[in-house]
């Protein structure tokens, strides 16, 4: 582990604490020692030798956990790196994230996870937690050795990027790693539905000549995966939700009392597939096409969404239906997007924008403050059930500050993330991070 | 800032609200007022004249080059670009998909960033993929002309038909215009629907489910404000036909059988093929069109596309003109007066 000794304490002033996990809401000072979280209270005094940061006006929560994140490494790493993905995460507030196995070689062994555990200890700004195979190689034939990929670190199985396809190999992955009392995170998307697809079927796949990718893909698995976690007892997380039925599903499931979670990412609560026509932010989802139509940054999978499935994934996430906000940070070269809709990589680069897009449903009154940082903080560290996104005296010292309605323009040349891919490059986000400290550590930021 | 520089600066502003900003690029039908329709409709007869001169020359584009990008198959498009750019006198040069470096791997980018180095005037530009014109338009300076998209858009051959049908019946507005066939994959389907509603035509879809777009398939897809809310959707090719003035066919893919759309191209050409007792529903008077190539016997019967009623070939000469016309709005040297200098 991340050695603490030395590290001098911090006492964060006069913020709005807002930590869901202990039901605080209110201006107070936090104080950081050791590495952990020592006392939340008024007033508290500044011995000699405390770092002080003055957050009047600032929001003071728990440093974000994100439990879906690709960091590329090892095998990708012109795409990110465990250094810049996790550099990327402490600009956004972040100081857990979950990476995502669909790296080469896959994090389908003991050696691939250490491998990670080690490069994130060593460059890591953040904490790194992998998430293993669900099948070897994530070839989606055979299962992955899950049992040692748990000893080995890893905090659920995801062949992300692939669905696991084959209905009776899903089965006994849902069984097999019910024994670990770990997830099955399990993109679901039906291959024979989606195939040669890039963006949502609707009025802007058909306006646009591109291939579309129905709901149906994702909600027929869905409520398969369901199916099979009740057959089974295992614990199914959806990753991404995008659709009305599924969340449809996955309601109906939490009802049954069935072991089923999902996720939503801030893009598909604040995106519509407008986006992929460019950003046009006055214009009408009819009017003529701009040069800037056929953005590649806004292809992603599962694909942005109509308006009226965002407003049910805002839905969702009020009512409890969605469990917690993930990124599905997905970071790519500029080659792989320099092209037409059609042959660009899936993905968007989200760290760093993750909390200014999720602030716009704070400032429009769509979701409560408290809620929103809930769904970024303790709600993924319960999923995770790791004594994180919380400033319970004792806990790691992971803290975010961030001012909410400071204004800023997206520009990616200033990201850390070496993904520039993103449709909100210019545009206008109100909520920004002013600092971010894991294990007692300044990691990004610090107005002193 | 001088004197006389603003006052430059005034009277260009007084043009433009007079006249709208010159066009950059022709990329679909969607920016098009039905005015602009219309001119580039007035200068294809024009440039029709030329066409059936002995000497078919004029100086229009001297000096000017064009090139034509082809990274998917074309014979007819190209050839009319072709034709188009030399007879008014642009230099043109043709590079295809094959032969290119593009065979080679190069990104669609990379080779855009070429063409900008070789300061063409005009790229036109053919793509498997919907979309590539606009990656061009976004990253270049030429002004970019779409010879079709993937599914997306085929604008010039829209202008076109548009132009053999004003020249057949001297009017578009309060036609019926039928297009049958692979609606949800053709590029020649949907810039026919943004030219036809706008020129007034009433526009019907004839095709089955599974080769129409979703909006088509679900009426409460279709709002009041959908741009083609005034379009309907037929099934029954029999039924669609009724009183129609303009019968145009697409071209099937055989993919798309291949691909699970239709049982077999039999039972397709059976309930959606364009034969001679059909069009005993259309207007006697009725034109039949395609964009070819055509799949004769599939979606046209022989006898039909080599009859009477059909224009095809005479879209083919027309094509040569309407893109004459494109070109010249496009990168003709503007007179003094119009740039307002």
Known sequence: MRHTAGIAPVLIRGGRVVDPSQGIDGVADVLLEDGLVSAVGGNLPADAGVRALDANGMIVCPGFVDVHCHLREPGFEYKETIATGTRAAARGGFTTVCAMPNTNPPLDSRAAIEFVLDRASAEGAVRVLPIGNVTAGGKGDELAEMAELAEAGAIGFSDDGMPVSDSNLMRQALSYSSALGLPIINHCEVHELSKGGSINEGWVSNRLGVKGVPGSAEDVMVARDIALAELTGGRLHVAHVSTVQSLEHVARAKDRGLNVTCEVTPHHLTLTDEAVMGMTAEGSRYAPLTRQAYDPNAKVNPPLRSPSAVEALIGGLKDGTIDFIATDHAPHNAIDKMTTVDEAAFGISVLETALGSLMSLAHSGDVGLPLLIEKLTSAPAQFLGRELGTLRPGAPADVVVFNPGLEWTVDTAEFASKGKNTPLEGATLRGRVVATVFGGKVVYGGVE | ?341
């Open chain 2, 1 to 341: 800032m001088t004197l006389t520089a603003s006052a430059a600066t005034k009277s260009r502003t007084n043009i433009a609200r007079t006249r709208p900003a010159p066009r950059r690029h022709v990329l679909d039908l969607d920016d098009y007022t039905r005015s602009e329709i219309e001119e580039v409709l007035d200068n294809a007869e024009a440039m029709s004249e030329v066409l059936n001169r002995d000497i078919k020359k004029v100086p229009t584009l001297r000096g000017k080059s064009v090139l034509t990008l082809f990274v998917e198959a074309s014979t007819r498009t190209r050839v009319s670009f072709e034709q188009a750019g030399k007879i008014l006198s642009a230099d043109v040069i043709n590079l295809s998909g094959n032969g290119t470096s593009m065979e080679k791997g190069e990104s669609l980018y990379n080779t855009a960033l070429t063409l900008q180095a070789m300061r063409a005037d005009v790229i036109v530009i053919r793509h498997p993929h919907a979309g590539a014109p606009y990656l061009l338009a976004r990253h270049l300076d030429a002004a970019i002309v779409n010879a079709g998209d993937g599914a997306h858009a085929h604008p010039t051959q829209a202008l076109l038909d548009l132009y053999t049908i004003r020249r057949r019946f001297g009017r578009i507005e309060g036609l019926k215009a039928v297009i049958v066939g692979d609606i949800n994959y053709s590029r020649v389907a949907r810039s026919n629907m943004w030219g036809l509603t706008k020129m007034g035509a009433e526009v019907v879809l004839c095709a089955p489910p599974t080769l129409l777009p979703v909006d088509f398939n679900r009426e409460r897809l279709r709002t009041e404000d959908h741009p083609f809310a005034s379009i309907t959707v037929e099934t029954d090719l029999e039924r669609a036909l009724e009183g129609a003035d303009i019968v145009m066919a697409l071209r099937l893919q055989r993919e798309r059988q291949e691909a699970g759309h239709l049982p077999s191209l039999r039972e397709y050409s059976q309930r959606y093929g364009i034969n001679a007792r059909r069009l005993e529903a259309a207007k006697p008077d009725a034109l039949v069109m395609h964009p070819g190539p055509m799949n004769e016997g599939v979606e046209i019967d022989p006898e039909v596309a080599h009859g009477v009623r059909s224009v095809i070939e005479e879209q083919v000469t027309n094509g040569v003109s309407v893109r004459m016309a494109v070109l010249t709005a496009l990168a003709a040297p503007r007179r003094r007066s119009e740039d307002g200098e």
